[in-house]
């Protein structure tokens, strides 16, 4: 077994692999389960509000709404989900506290670290005495570290499609937030957004001595899916969150953008959004995060998965005799980075001369998949494919959707 050890916010991880805030957050036997899968850290689901008008609602996202999620393998849509579960206000600090007090002796007797969550709603905005009183209440129950997340809907009328001008009024909202849980709190603070919002925010949060920021997204994976037999939407309204593998890549981005914002080491990531797999976590963990949170993908497949994933960075990092420190961020610079663009860029402009298909018949199994070839550039005879240069336009796809690994762009 490598070792899987993360130094993060000053202490050390047992590994990478983190249950991120949520529904996996919300039960004692859900934190139970992810601790005993072997998880470095567990976090549990954002309080809210306490309601002060019990049975008025102020906002679609507030209500504790059942069902609340659907996963879309039947509309099309493996490894996906449609959520509408917003941040209920039935799971108050007091609750929140009351669970991290039940968990603790099993986190500390596995090693698992326990992040708190506090989700900042207007009405804390509004009222920071009440905020700094919650934080206090969380922060009694003694987790390891707090994570708060400002949610774009929450500030902006609803509205999930905050443009520039919508982070830049979630970070003014942001300000008196982000100043009471550093005042306040004895752990250290993780405050858990998207690219856009680190954009807006990075100095501030620099400022404020914050060195753990978490990475994920909402806002731009809001969506919508029709049930075409009823001919209705899954869940009637302007949009809501889709969650799935569909983000891994703009998740990868934004992990290595916020990464070359903050620059150097001293402000480490977690990142969520998208992961599936252990290939998924060194991926994100190679776009600069020191720890990967997954949520949905447990969700579907149990909690069975945070171990395959554990034991699939252990032995990643064996058959390549790599550590943890070699691989996190190892693909940033090249990411962030235009010249090397170019550089690859300028790589790909070869003439057709240059470059062309080769196919290994002894390793084709007759799929026909590269004969979909838009351009004619190959085709199948007695079951074997057959390429064409003069038709063919160099393009690389046949290569990528052979199964077998059996056409290669052969170069000059
Ligand atoms: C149903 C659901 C509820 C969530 N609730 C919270 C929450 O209360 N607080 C929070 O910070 N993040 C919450 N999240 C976001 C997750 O922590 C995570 O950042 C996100 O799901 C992306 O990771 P994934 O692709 O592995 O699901 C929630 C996610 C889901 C799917």
């Not at 529904?23 to 309601?51: D, F, H, M, Q």
């Not at 001008?165 to 100043?179: N, P, Q, R, S, V």
Request: charge should be negative; proline fraction near 6%.
């Amino acid at each position: 077994m490598a070792d899987l050890r993360v130094e993060y916010a000053g202490m050390e991880f047992k590994n990478p692999v983190v249950a991120a805030s949520g529904p996996l957050g919300r039960t004692y036997e859900s934190l139970k389960r992810s601790i005993e899968a072997g998880c470095g850290a567990v976090t549990l689901k954002s309080n809210n509000v306490k309601v002060k008008e019990p049975g008025k609602r102020r906002s679609s996202h507030e209500a504790p709404v059942k069902p609340a999620h659907v996963f879309l393998s039947k509309y099309g849509l493996k490894q996906s989900m449609i959520n509408w579960e917003g941040v209920p206000t039935d799971f108050t600090a007091e609750d929140e506290r009351n669970l991290i007090r039940k968990i603790k002796p099993l986190a500390k007797k596995h090693g698992a670290r326990i992040i708190a969550n506090i989700h900042p709603d207007p009405a804390y905005v509004e009222d920071l005495d009440m905020f700094r009183e919650d934080i206090r209440t969380l922060l009694s129950a003694e987790p390891d570290l707090l994570e708060t997340v400002p949610c774009a809907y929450h500030y902006l009328d609803d509205s999930p499609h905050p443009e520039e001008e919508g982070y830049d009024l979630i970070a003014k909202a942001m300000t008196g937030i982000y100043e009471a849980i550093i005042d306040e709190s004895t752990v250290p603070v993780i405050i858990k957004a998207n690219h856009p919002f680190f954009a807006l925010t990075s100095d501030f949060i620099k400022q404020l001595g914050v060195k753990t920021v978490h990475v994920t997204e909402g806002p731009h994976f809001v969506g919508t899916i029709v049930d075409i037999e009823k001919m209705k939407p899954l869940c009637p309204g302007p949009s809501v969150y889709t969650y799935g593998r569909h983000r891994r890549p703009v998740m990868n981005l934004q992990s290595a953008r916020v990464k070359d914002l903050f620059g150097g080491d001293e402000v480490k990531l977690i990142a969520s959004s998208g992961m599936w797999t252990a290939e998924d976590c060194i991926e994100r963990m190679m776009c600069g995060a020191h720890l990967t949170a997954l949520h949905t993908a447990i969700q579907y497949h149990g909690h069975g998965l945070f171990t395959k994933i554990i034991d699939g960075i252990s032995e990643f990092l064996d058959r390549k005799g790599l550590g943890l420190e070699q691989v996190v961020g190892a693909a940033v610079a090249d990411i962030v980075s235009e010249e090397a663009h170019d550089k690859f860029m300028d790589e790909c402009d070869l003439t057709s001369d240059q470059i062309w298909p080769e196919i290994d018949l002894d390793k084709c199994n007759g799929c026909g998949m590269c004969a979909n070839c838009i351009h004619g550039g190959i085709s199948m005879e007695a079951d074997k494919p057959k390429t064409d240069l003069d038709l063919c336009m160099r393009c690389g796809v046949c290569e990528s959707v052979c199964p077998v690994e059996g056409i290669q762009m052969a170069r000059a």
